[in-house]
């Protein structure tokens, strides 16, 4: 399928996503809808680095962090449309990703996730110092009554975040399929091998670690105005940084599709868990499932149904 | 002096710690020539094809290539640059079907050397094609892990044939295979020949180094003990009391 069909088709998917939930008549649908969508962008960030090129990133909520709290500075400053930025949140941690790629990408397996966990505490204690951004007490966001266009201002996040999260899956299949995705999954399985074959090992995972934090600065770019009050400690959580690990592990990371799964399978869990029971188990359900996945599929939802298909055909 | 080396290497010392895998080895290649280069295991032949091909980086002496200085290149520079070479430890890209591990030099060597797109159709072709130079034609959509030992090494064969490359360096391709089958490849490395490719063939098999080399030259513990026609190199004293001593 060609990738402006995909996208079309991922736009109506989207479409019929939000009118259902219009149709729901509950606020608290798109509440949770957002949480899960902004779940979808973060793991299929997360996979575009360390599912296509295979380096685990432990700093997810790092990047998240940055999009949020560039979001907060500006807000501060001037208040401007959530579109400009998320578009804004991208670059910082687009950028900031490419730093850390230059600093770190030289160190191989465990010592790059030990680096990218580094990165996610000193960003931390500087956002925790930082007054002007609300230090260590946290900053308010008031989030305006009514939104451009919808009126009602969760719809319009929502809508925002389903865009996003089409323009994410849409990116990660156009790199799948292009000659980048090739260079990618060289790194993942031989980086010694891909070099001799001339694929320019560094310049790729760099462009991996920009895309990669790109994303997930734009996911965390429009949080303040979801939740309406950011601080250091629940935005830098463990949560963003299990969830973007195990979401794409338990659908299969070799695929756009299987993030996509991971998310929405988690993240419906998790909400229904924080209504049912409370937030508190949430992260032990991610872990339960998580080691039960890399025992027992270690390849995902994807590698069950690919390896049953197999077995099948003969 | 000769003025069509294709590859000249001076001086070249690679150590681990504080073993002298290298030591100062002097190794010139003309354009077309067919070089076989022996040793016995652990004389240093892959630690220099590394270095050559920069996987590794020597700490002494410089390797010229195409009359060009490449020491401060990376390994995928020099891959571009037109030289190519197959592991002796096959390492294939396991992810990756058959045909798409020989899409990836083509891809990031042949298109980024050219500056060109292969249009879908002449992809296929040349995968096809170096598929059917060694004999994996019907494997094309398997993956490494169903193909045997002996088709690993055809795979890493043909990788790096598909970078078309000046330079291919086969690093003990021959290993494990039968009788014919390395006539097979014996004739395929002497077809490329005959295309201007110039090749370091390594081996152990001698009835092919033989057969191949126009000359031979001879690494032990590092050194290079000696470097002349083959039937010359295999009469000199030196030489055969390197392969007794093992
Ligand atoms: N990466 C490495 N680290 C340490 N020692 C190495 C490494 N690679 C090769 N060696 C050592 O260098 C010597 C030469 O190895 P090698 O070049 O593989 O020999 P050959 O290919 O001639 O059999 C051997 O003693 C080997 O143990
Ligand atoms: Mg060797």
């Given amino acids: 399928m060609r990738s402006s069909v995909f996208f079309l088709i991922a736009v109506l998917v989207g479409a019929a996503v939000f009118f259902g939930a219009r149709f729901v008549h509950n606020e608290y649908i798109f509440f949770a809808g957002f949480v899960i969508l902004q779940f979808i962008v973060l793991a299929t960030a997360w996979n575009i680095l360390g599912g296509y090129t295979g380096y685990v990133n432990f700093g997810t909520a790092a990047f998240f962090a940055l999009g ?29 990703g490419l730093g850390m790629g230059y600093l770190t990408l030289r160190l191989r397996g465990a010592f790059f996730s030990i680096a990218t966990l580094a990165l996610a505490v000193v960003l931390q204690t500087l956002i925790v110092n930082w007054t002007f951004v609300g230090g260590s007490r946290g900053a308010y966001i008031i989030r305006p009554a009514t939104a451009p266009l919808i009126g009602n201002y969760i719809e319009y996040m929502f809508l925002i975040m389903l865009a996003l999260a089409i323009v994410a899956i849409t ?11 090739y260079g990618f999954a060289t790194i993942r399985d031989d980086e010694v091998a891909a070099e001799a074959s001339g694929v320019p090992t560094l310049r790729l995972k760099l462009i991996a670690t920009t895309i990669s934090g790109a994303l997930m600065g734009m996911a965390g770019a429009p949080f303040p105005y979801y939740i309406g009050y950011v601080e250091p400690t629940s935005t830098f959580g463990l949560a963003y940084a299990v969830n973007s690990i195990a979401m794409p592990m338990i659908g299969g990371t070799t695929s756009w599709i299987g993030p996509l799964i991971g998310a929405i399978l988690l993240g419906t869990i998790q909400q229904v868990a924080t209504v049912t ?24 939802l994807i590698g069950l149904v690919q390896d049953f298909r197999r077995s099948r055909g003969g | 002096m000769m ?20 030591d100062g080895v002097d190794l010139n290649v003309k354009q077309g020539e067919r070089l076989g280069l022996i040793g016995p295991n652990g004389s240093g032949k892959s630690t220099l094809v590394n270095c050559i091909c920069g996987t590794l980086h020597n700490e002494g002496g410089s390797v010229k290539f195409d009359g060009k200085k490449i020491d401060g290149l990376i390994a995928h520079q020099r891959t571009r640059l037109g030289l190519a070479r197959s592991f002796q430890l096959p390492r294939p890209f396991v992810g990756l079907s058959i045909a798409d591990n020989l899409r990836v030099p083509l891809i990031y060597t042949v298109h980024a050397r050219e500056g060109r797109r292969f249009t879908r159709a002449e992809m296929e072709d040349h995968c096809g094609e170096f598929l059917r130079l060694v004999g994996l034609a019907d494997k094309a959509k398997k993956f490494p892990r169903d193909l045997s030992m002996v088709e690993l090494r055809k795979l890493e064969l043909a990788r790096a044939m598909a970078a078309e490359p000046k330079l291919l360096i086969a690093d003990e391709a021959m290993a494990g295979l039968s009788h014919s089958e390395v006539d097979d490849i014996l004739a395929l490395l002497a077809r490329l020949s005959e295309r201007g490719i110039t090749i370091i063939l390594i081996e152990h098999i001698m009835r092919a180094v033989m057969a191949f080399s126009q000359r031979v030259a001879v690494l032990v513990s590092g050194k290079k003990i000696a470097d002349g026609l083959p039937q010359d190199v295999m009469r000199d004293p030196e030489v055969e009391r390197a392969y007794l001593g093992q």
Avoid: C, M, W
């Fill in chain 1, 68 to 96: 949020a709290y560039s979001t907060v500075f500006i807000h501060k400053l001037y208040p401007l449309p959530i579109p400009v930025l998320i578009l804004i949140g991208g670059v910082v941690s687009g950028i900031v």
């Fill in chain 1, 171 to 181: 990116t990660a299949r156009v790199i799948e399929r292009s000659q980048l995705g």
């Fill in chain 2, 3 to 22: 003025a069509q080396a294709l590859l000249d290497i001076v001086g070249l010392s690679k150590r681990f710690g504080g073993f002298v895998a290298l």
């Fill in chain 1, 277 to 300: 029971i409370s937030s508190a188990v949430n992260l032990l359900i991610v872990g339960l499932l998580l080691v039960a996945f890399v025992i027992i599929a270690p390849k995902g």
